[in-house]
T-cell receptor, first 115, second 113 residues
Framework: DAGVIQSPRHEVTEMGQEVTLRCKPI?????LFWYRQTMMRGLELLIY????????DSGMPEDRFSAKMPNASFSTLKIQPSEPRDSAVYFC?????????????FGQGTRLTVV | QQQVKQSPQSLIVQKGGISIINCAYE??????FPWYQQFPGKGPALLIA?????SEKKEGRFTISFNKSAKQFSLHIMDSQPGDSATYFC????????????FGSGTQLTVLP
C-alpha cells in the first residue's frame, strides 16, 4: 500500500481564493482525520470521519472551512475564502476503527501558503 | 483546552546521551498513549505506544515509562544518535468509538555529533 496520499504537496494561493486539499486514505481504513500544524498551535485536529460520516468537526476554525468524504477512498478539505492566517501544513491521517491499538497513519502533508 | 501537556519544547543532547521527554494528561478516559516522530517535511509516524495497564515498554533504544496515578508518561531515548534528531509528539487516544488522537505540543530534539 502506498500509504495515505495527499495532494497537492505545496499550494500557494492569493487571499480570497478557494483552496481544496485532497486525501486518499489507506485502503481498508474506516477513520479519517484532518489535522493542521503550525509553529504556534502545534497539531490541531480539525475534523474526523468514521465510515465516511463526519463525527466531530468542532476543530474546524470557521465556516470558511469545510470537509467532505464522498466515499471510503477520498476526502477533501476546502477553504473558501482563504486568508493568510490559514497558512499551515495540513495533514490527513487514516486508521482502522475498532482496533484497540489504533495507529493513525499520516500523509506527507500539504503546505499551504496564502499570500 | 490542552489535554496533553508536553515538555520540554526543545532539547539538545550529545551523541550517546539520554533524551527524556515528559507528558502529562488530564482526561482519565484516555486509554492508549502513542509517541510520534516527525522529520522535517514528513508526516508524524508512530514510534512506540503503551497502554495504561503497563508501567514500562521498551523497543530498542526507546522506552516509555507510564505513571497512571500521576497521569504522566515519558519517552526515554538511550544512546541518542544524530539520526534521532526530529520532533517528538506524545499523544493520547480516548476510549470509546471515536479513537481520536490528542497531541502534545511537541519537542524538537537535536542530537549533536
Amino acid at each position: 500500500d502506498a500509504g495515505v496520499i495527499q495532494s497537492p504537496r505545496h499550494e500557494v494561493t492569493e487571499m480570497g481564493q478557494e483552496v481544496t486539499l485532497r486525501c486518499k486514505p489507506i485502503s481498508g481504513h474506516n477513520s479519517l482525520f484532518w489535522y493542521r500544524q503550525t509553529m504556534m498551535r502545534g497539531l490541531e485536529l480539525l475534523i474526523y470521519f468514521n465510515n465516511n460520516v463526519p463525527i466531530d468537526d468542532s476543530g474546524m476554525p470557521e465556516d470558511r472551512f469545510s470537509a467532505k468524504m464522498p466515499n471510503a477512498s477520498f476526502s477533501t478539505l476546502k477553504i473558501q475564502p482563504s486568508e493568510p492566517r490559514d497558512s499551515a501544513v495540513y495533514f490527513c491521517a487514516s486508521s482502522l476503527l475498532g482496533d484497540m491499538n489504533t495507529e493513525a497513519f499520516f500523509g506527507q502533508g500539504t503546505r499551504l501558503t496564502v499570500v | 483546552q490542552q489535554q496533553v501537556k508536553q515538555s520540554p519544547q526543545s532539547l539538545i543532547v550529545q551523541k550517546g546521551g539520554i533524551s527524556i521527554i515528559n507528558c502529562a494528561y488530564e482526561n482519565t478516559a484516555f486509554d492508549y498513549f502513542p509517541w510520534y516522530q516527525q522529520f522535517p517535511g514528513k508526516g508524524p509516524a508512530l514510534l512506540i505506544a503503551i497502554r495504561p495497564d503497563v508501567s514500562e515498554k521498551k523497543e530498542g533504544r526507546f522506552t516509555i515509562s507510564f505513571n497512571k496515578s500521576a497521569k504522566q508518561f515519558s519517552l526515554h531515548i538511550m544512546d541518542s544518535q544524530p539520526g534521532d534528531s526530529a520532533t517528538y509528539f506524545c499523544a493520547a487516544i480516548s476510549s470509546g468509538s471515536a479513537r481520536q488522537l490528542t497531541f502534545g505540543s511537541g519537542t524538537q530534539l537535536t542530537v549533536l555529533p
